[in-house]
T-cell receptor, first 113, second 117 residues
Framework: AQKVTQAQTEISVVEKEDVTLDCVYE???????LFWYKQPPSGELVFLIR??????QNEISGRYSWNFQKSTSSFNFTITASQVVDSAVYFC??????????FGQGTRLTINP | GAVVSQHPSRVICKSGTSVKIECRSL??????MFWYRQFPKQSLMLMAT?????????EQGVEKDKFLINHASLTLSTLTVTSAHPEDSSFYIC?????????????FGPGTRLTVT
């Protein structure tokens, strides 16, 4: 069965600090997709990234970067030079063949000015 | 592109009544739509998968007679919470997958906050 674990329930940092959100997943499939979503207080999910299991290249998008390591079943998310607007709940998710998304428990990130 | 809307955004209903939530894909056709439920400070849990023209597939533990799902067209799926109780109060989110599936794209609606009094 597939499972996503985000061990960090809450993280609080001061603005401009770098912060890494951890995500560890379990799956028996060789083909799967990993996602990160941001959920601000409004509740709407904001798509950040999708990765397939065959693409282990790290990705950088502005201040955001993702590190995918199949050897450790991890897909970690780093925000550099954090800003107050980054405060939100961040979810890591996994999908296999049925396209159903299994979400991690979420990490509540608070960036203090 | 790829916008999904939900209506209503918020609803308050009395215990014992039913409430319908609509999920629409505005600029694409969706063969598959998903319904999730999120309790306060918790994660999203998949309730059911809705395929256009067929019966929804419910996740284990979700009462299909209580949460009626209809996916009558390629742009609309509805979730009806029947005989609602306070424990059904939650944030309900739908997502839609384009008819031409590509890279596991799934677009989320803004959510509906249901409060049962």
């Amino acid at each position: 069965a597939q499972k996503v674990t985000q061990a960090q329930t809450e993280i609080s940092v001061v603005e401009k600090e770098d912060v890494t959100l951890d995500c560890v997943y379990e799956t028996r499939d060789t083909t799967y997709y990993l996602f990160w979503y941001k959920q601000p207080p409004s509740g709407e999910l904001v798509f950040l990234i999708r990765r397939n299991s065959f693409d282990e290249q790290n990705e950088i998008s502005g201040r955001y970067s993702w590190n995918f390591q199949k050897s450790t079943s991890s897909f970690n998310f780093t925000i550099t030079a954090s800003q107050v607007v980054d405060s939100a709940v961040y979810f890591c998710a996994l999908s296999e063949g049925a396209q159903k998304l299994v979400f991690g428990q979420g990490t509540r990130l608070t960036i203090n000015p | 592109g790829a916008v999904v809307s939900q209506h209503p955004s918020r609803v308050i209903c009395k215990s014992g009544t039913s409430v319908k939530i609509e999920c629409r894909s505005l600029d694409f056709q969706a063969t598959t739509m998903f319904w999730y439920r999120q309790f306060p400070k918790q994660s999203l849990m998949l309730m059911a998968t809705s395929n256009e023209g067929s019966k929804a597939t419910y996740e284990q533990g979700v009462e299909k007679d209580k949460f009626l799902i209809n996916h009558a067209s390629l742009t609309l799926s509805t979730l009806t919470v029947t005989s609602a109780h306070p424990e059904d109060s939650s944030f309900y989110i739908c997502s839609a997958s384009p008819a031409r599936r590509r890279l596991r794209e799934q677009y989320f609606g803004p959510g509906t906050r249901l409060t049962v009094t």
